[in-house]
């Protein structure tokens, strides 16, 4: 049967011991975090550690989370700051300090936020449309600069515009909500 | 000021060609047996006696504190497993014992008199002790990775 409690209440919950919270924890917020992960350009093997990791951080912090309701986006937030740390290839990584609060910018990855991604993917004039598509399903650059019809040199200032037009459009839209 | 791995995740996440590997949920879920009912959580602080000490190659030094305990923890790596050996400060007293865990693997051991346990072969990775006090709140360490 689906959960219906909302983060805060599940939180809550797994703080008092209740497994089958944590479950549904991993399964709304898990898959935010693999993204997190790959994103910032972990190998699986890799993810897979610092996925776990932050899990670690927030049963550290079952009692002490400030915001229970952004639960996600702190996951979110503590995912991305183990990902750099591992990336930093400290011997050990007792520095991560998990997150007080999580990053605002993570909002992008609430379920609303995914939609209005792509709706203003969408209006993105060309080569961005497609290139933002690709990017999205993890090709190499190789195989990118074929698809696009450019030189593979472009493709990284390529991509690098177009997250920049992208995200100046997400700015925009927030700034007139 | 956004930052672009959340973008890019948004939009792998939208693209769903990456999805989290059943294996990953799984030990997400496992994570949850390694709660410590009530436990006050020891944070790193600043090891001086051996900074600077140790070359590059040698044993990894950690130090937690937290209410009025100090856990110090010294790894050392050898064919693809750790060791570790560590020390609480001040001796809690007789009846403590100490369980060194990983993810996947718990190794309990009772504290000298000297405050001194050591533990061998447990596989690289997530690491946290836990210190169980007969009539005080256990004290476990944030949890670290240890790599090679």
Known sequence: ?177 | MINDEYFLAALRLAAGSDPIPGHVSAAARDVFRLRVPSAITAVPAECTATRGVRGPEGPHMVRFVAAGLTFDLEVTFGDGLIDVAGQVCPTPGDGTLVDVRTPHLTLSRRLAPTGHFAVTGLPPGWLSVVCHRPGNAPVQTRWVRIRP
């Open chain 1, 1 to 177: 049967m689906h959960d219906t409690r909302d983060p805060a209440e599940l939180l809550a919950a797994a703080a008092g011991g209740d497994q089958d919270a944590w479950d549904q924890l991993v399964s709304r917020f898990g898959p935010r975090m693999w993204a997190v992960a790959r994103s910032c350009g972990l190998g699986e093997s890799d993810a897979a550690d610092v996925v776990q990791g932050a899990w670690l951080r927030l049963l550290e912090r079952l009692h002490a989370i400030r915001e229970p309701a952004a639960v996600g986006a702190w996951l979110a937030t503590t995912t991305r700051r183990e990902a750099l740390q591992l990336l930093r290839k400290t011997p050990h990584s007792v520095a991560a300090e998990p997150p007080a609060a999580p990053d605002p910018a993570s909002a992008v990855l609430e379920a609303d936020g995914n939609r209005l991604l792509w709706q203003t993917v969408s209006t993105l004039h060309e080569p961005c449309r497609t290139m933002l598509r690709l990017v999205a399903t993890d090709l190499g650059s190789r195989q990118m600069a074929q698809r696009l019809g450019v030189p593979i040199g472009s493709v990284g200032p390529t991509r690098a515009r177009c997250l920049e037009k992208l995200r100046t459009l997400i700015s925009l839209q927030e700034t007139v909500q």
